[in-house]
């Protein structure tokens, strides 16, 4: 059974070469700040597959491929809410995890961003300047 936790800051580390670790990238997802996920980019996750730990308290450790990386970037810089589901395979023989934001009206931020839909404050702006 997974469990959701939110997400609310992140860090990034970037190893400097590739035998640095055994991971060449690493994004900490953390909430309030105490750290929720650890997720270590590699060439092969299945490598490392006994390593992957699911915990419900503490700091759950995720393995994934170093191409899916900037996927994982993007939505951390552009998305918010965002929530981490997180789960045992059915034969325990590795975790998941998901990462994915709550419900919200297609493309908000992109149209926000060229200033075609008004943002919470240049709404408030507005309702100031027609009350003068």
Known sequence: MPFIKQIDSYQIWI?????????????TLSYNNAAVVDLRFV?????????????????????D?????PLYV?????EKP???????S????????????SREPVGEAELAAM???????SAKKTKKKAKK
């Open 43 to 63: 060439d092969n996750p299945a490598t490392y597959a006994s390593y992957q730990v699911v915990q419900p308290t503490g700091i759950s450790q995720i393995y």
């Open 115 to 121: 200033g075609l839909m008004p943002t919470a404050k």
């Open 74 to 78: 993007d939505i951390l810089r552009n």
């Open 15 to 27: 190893a400097s070469y590739d035998n640095f670790n055994e991971w060449k990238a690493n994004i």
């Open 90 to 101: 059915v034969t325990g023989s590795f975790a998941k995890c998901l990462l994915g934001t």
């Open 82 to 88: 965002l929530y981490v589901a997180l789960y045992e």
């Open 65 to 69: 491929r170093i191409d899916r990386f």
